[in-house]
């Protein structure tokens, strides 16, 4: 006798890839009836988290789908899903399961055999990663249906209201806001992420220059190259672009009050955006990967691994 499942697809995934999740979620979920988070957060309101999450990962969905990067597991939800999915594949094995790697940097859990296929979002895409995941429905028994006129109409018009919604929340002063508080919030996660590097150091510590919860420039020094995170809105009702610029400068960066002998030069810079999620949250994405996505104390750790790989020999 045939499960009846609730859902036909389940997506796991970090906060940071919302984004990448919503588009596949979209690309399916007139199709076949998907689980995403951030779209069930009414039906979820008053449940026991811990075990609506085990039983969609462990027995509701037909099959599931980790977007999978180096710090998937790691989370309260990622962790309680991971040990959903190894529970149903101690009993059924890993077919109900497809490894979607979302860069090119993070090898395949440990846990996760090696004979099972799993697929790269940058090879394949949306679009390519959506086809495989309907055809694995259909090959486990789901049989996703043609979409309608009526509900690819509907589909378009969701998509152009969150766009009308994005540019909205981008282009106007409480844009601007989210932006400023942004960086107020990214200074202080990189304090605190300078005292967690020093705290395992008896000596070559980093330095941390600038009011920590201040929307101005901040900077950590130590390195042979200093490090600069800056950002300003240029207009009150828009952040067209508006970048948060982050700089590795040979030597001292140019800093407020201090008189330098040589000009400054750029070694490195990086850019990035404020972005409006679906989930309705501000998050930060990288001008040149806008497949993933950062909260400020996500992008304060991204930030400071940046510098240590490309700072220089601390310069003792």
């Not at 990448?20 to 690309?27: G, I, P, Q, S």
């Not at 990067?69 to 939800?77: K, L, N, Y």
Request: aromatic share 12%; proline share 4%; glycine share 8%.
């Amino acid at each position: 006798m045939p499960h009846d499942f609730e859902y036909d697809v389940a997506f796991s995934f970090l906060a940071q890839d919302e984004s990448v999740a919503t588009e596949l979620n979209d690309a399916l979920s007139e199709r076949v009836k998907t689980f995403f988070y951030s779209k069930q957060q009414e039906q979820l309101a008053g449940t026991d988290g811990e075990k609506t999450f085990n039983a969609v990962f462990g027995e509701k969905s037909r099959f599931v789908v980790i977007l999978y990067r180096q710090t998937w597991g790691t989370t309260p939800w990622t962790r309680i899903e991971e040990t959903a999915i190894r529970n149903r594949a101690y009993v059924e094995g890993y077919d109900f399961s497809l490894l979607v790697l979302l860069d090119n940097k993070s090898a395949t859990p440990t846990w996760f055999p090696k004979t099972r296929i799993w697929i790269g979002l940058e090879r394949y895409g949306v679009a390519g990663t959506a086809a495989v995941i309907e055809a694995r429905i259909q090959e486990l028994g789901g049989t996703p249906h043609q979409e309608t006129l009526e509900e690819r109409a509907a589909r378009q018009a969701r998509a152009a209201e969150f766009k009308a919604e994005r540019q909205a929340a981008l282009n106007s002063y409480t844009g601007v806001e989210a932006f400023g508080r942004g960086i107020e919030s990214l200074n202080f996660a990189i304090k605190h992420g300078v005292d967690r590097i020093n705290a395992g150091r008896t000596s070559h510590k980093l330095e941390f220059r600038g009011p920590p919860q201040s929307r101005g420039p901040c900077f950590v020094l130590g390195l042979k190259r200093g490090l600069e995170v800056s950002g300003r809105a240029h207009y009150t009702n828009t952040l067209e672009d508006v970048y948060l610029n982050v700089t590795l400068w040979r030597g001292l960066p140019p800093m407020p009050g201090y008189i330098q002998f040589e000009d400054p030069v750029r070694h490195l810079t990086t850019k990035y955006e404020l972005d409006y999620q679906p989930s309705k949250n501000y998050v930060w994405k990288q001008q040149s990967d806008r497949n993933r996505s950062f909260s400020n104390e996500s992008l304060a750790e991204e930030i400071l691994k940046w510098h240590l790989d490309n700072g220089g020999d601390p310069a003792w």
